[in-house]
Structures are given as C-alpha cells and as structure tokens.
C-alpha cells in the first residue's frame, strides 16, 4: 500500500512540474574582493534560502580557472540551472559548451562573456557598465563646469579587474564623454584589481608621479569605490585633503562611499546594483518551468554625489 502511495505522489509531483524545493541551482561566485561582491553573495544566498531553492555556492577567489572548475563540477552534479559571474570576458565558450551539451541552462549574472555564440547562454543580467561610464563622465563634466566654468583637468584612473568587463565598459563609457573635452584627458591609468589594498598601492604610485605634480585639476576615476577608499587613504598620508585637493569619482555606490562622501573626502559614487537575486531566482523559475526568458535584463540606476549622499547613508547602510 506505501509503496503504491508513493509512486502515485511521485507521478503527481512529476505532473506538477518542479517545486522550489527541487531546484538545485549552481553558483560559482567570483570571489570576495569588494563590499559589492559580498552584498551581490548575500543577496544570492539570501534569496536562495527565502525559496527554499538548493544553492551550490562556491567562491573562485577572483580565479577563472577555479570557476571553470566549479561550473565543470556543478555540470558533474547535474544541477538544474548554473549562474556565473565571469571573472574576465574572455577563455568561456569550452566550458560553456561543456554546459549545453549537458543541457543545463546558464545564465551570466553581473559579468559578461565575450562570444559570438550567444545559444551558450540563457540570459544576462546585471549593469551596463558603458552606461555606468558615461553616468561618472557626465558627472564630471558637470561638476567642473559648475566649480570652474570650463570643462578641464587631469584624471587618474584606477582601473578594475584586467580584462573583466565592468573594467573594459566602465572606461570605455567614461572616456567617450571625456573625448568631447580637449582639455579633459586621462594622464595615468593603472589596475587595482577591485580591491582597497591595490587601489591604496596604485595611488600612492601616482602621487610620486610627475603627471601628479603637474595636475592643476586632479581628478581620481575608480572603476570601484573599494579602489576609490584605499586610494583616499594613499592621498591623506600624503599629507593632502582628498575632498578640498582633489575631485573623486567612484562606482558601485556603497554605504562606505557614502560615508566618505558624507565626510566630505569623495564627491560622486555611481551606482552598480548587487542585489541581484531576485531577479536571479526568477529567471531560474521560469527557466526551469520551460518559460522564455529575455536575452538581456539590465538594473536600474542612479548617481549619487555631496547634494544627497549623507542624508541618504542610513538607507544606504540598510542595503550593505
Ligand atoms: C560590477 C562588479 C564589480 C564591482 C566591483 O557589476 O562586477 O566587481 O563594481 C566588484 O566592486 O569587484
């Protein structure tokens, strides 16, 4: 009788389709470089735990090949969806093919891959990176125009992750306003890998730079505000007010770049949404129910700078 039990509920869920409970999903994280990276992993969780969905999570320590090797073992296990965050854009259509031929649906999350074979992934979704450029260009362009009356000086970049997407899109962005402006230029341009203690080592870099003596306008651009808060440590032991000597721009718009701005020692965070999980999660339901999904879904959002940064950190805090 049990046994006829059981098989009769076995059919019924069968019909039913997938329940929240039996969708194992695998992520392979990048790693944990940046409070955008650990708000972007707690939101993933999260949201995970709140559908009762099964989350294989690993961290690749900023790695590709430790990705790789978590994508080729979620495929191992047969999950039902995998999500990755690419690392670089770059050394994905083997893996991803790996995926396909298993057929297990992946869906890229935060971070491009560069392919000309899109059937090797479901969606995308996460930021425009250009946009996120273009929104910290403008922004200085404004700004300048505003304390000055004409659009001039001389920028120090702190550049993300090489070859990562939001690293390539975020300057490509920035630098197609700045080419507007003859006397708007880019003088120095370094990686700092996402991370404080790269950003803190590349500016102290600059500031022994000749370009930095001959700055009459310096400008920082961080292609992260993790960067952007260890090159303002850099420039206070230097003996230099980051908020009066300096204009400084990062992006993600984390409560601590809130705080600094706040503090008045940065001027403009522009906003990179990590709270992807519900999008996330949703699109793995439809997926898994068979539904379509769109290619591409894009987050919303803004800039925040010194007219609204304090008055806004305690919302901000609530989010990372
Ligand atoms: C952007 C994300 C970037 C953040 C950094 O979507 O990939 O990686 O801007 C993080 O803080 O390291």
Same mark, same amino acid.
């Given at each position: $009788? ?8 076995? &059919? ?12 194992? %999903? ?6 944990? @470089?940046?409070? *955008? ?37 979620? #495929?191992?296990?047969? +999950? ?17 093919? @790996? ?7 992946? #869906? ?30 403008? *922004?200085? +362009?404004? @700004?300048? $125009? !505003?304390?000055? !009356?004409?659009?001039? !000086?001389? %920028? ?6 090489? !070859?990562?997407? =939001? ?14 402006? =003859?006397?708007?230029?880019? %003088? ?14 590349? $500016? ?30 850099? #420039?206070?032991?230097?003996? #230099? ?6 204009? &400084?721009?990062? %992006?993600?718009? &984390? ?14 965070? +522009? @906003?990179?949404? =990590? ?14 129910? /068979? ?8 987050? &919303?959002? /803004? ?18």
């Amino acid at each position: $009788m049990r046994k006829l039990l059981a098989s009769v509920l076995g &059919i019924a869920l069968a019909a039913a389709g997938t329940f929240a409970g039996e969708i194992t %999903v695998g992520f392979a994280q990048l790693g944990a @470089e940046s409070m *955008w990276r650990t708000a972007n992993t707690d939101s993933v969780k999260g949201e995970a735990a709140r559908r009762g969905i099964n989350l294989v999570f690993s961290d690749a320590q900023q790695k590709q090949e430790n990705q790789i090797k978590a994508v080729r073992s979620f #495929i191992a296990q047969g +999950v039902d969806v995998i999500g990755l965050p690419p690392v670089v854009e770059s050394g994905w259509e083997p893996v991803l093919r @790996e995926a396909q031929e298993a057929g297990i649906p992946v #869906i890229l999350t935060d971070r491009r891959v560069d392919t000309s074979d899109e059937s090797l992934y479901t969606a995308f979704l996460g930021s425009n990176f250009i946009t996120e450029g273009e929104n910290a260009g403008n *922004w200085l +362009v404004r @700004e300048l $125009m !505003g304390r000055y !009356g004409v659009v001039k !000086g001389e %920028v120090f970049e702190l550049v993300g992750t090489v !070859g990562a997407a =939001p690293a390539i899109d975020r300057k490509k962005g920035f630098e197609a306003v700045i080419a507007k402006h =003859p006397n708007l230029n880019i %003088v120095k341009s370094q990686s700092g890998d996402f991370t404080r203690a790269k950003g803190k080592e590349v $500016m102290e870099a600059f500031i022994k730079s000749p370009e930095w003596d001959k700055a009459a306008t310096k400008i920082i651009y961080g292609h992260n505000d993790d960067m952007v808060l260890g090159a303002i440590q850099a #420039i206070e032991e230097a003996g #230099i007010n980051p908020g009066k000597e300096c204009i &400084i721009i990062g %992006v993600d718009a &984390i409560a601590d770049a809130f705080e600094a701005i706040a503090q008045g020692k940065m001027h403009c965070t +522009v @906003e990179c949404n =990590p709270l992807l999980g519900p999008q996330l999660f949703d699109m793995v339901e439809a997926v898994v129910a /068979g539904k379509e999904v769109p290619k591409t879904v894009y987050s &919303i959002e /803004g800039t925040y700078d010194y007219y609204c940064a304090e008055a806004l950190l305690p919302w901000r805090r609530t989010l990372y």
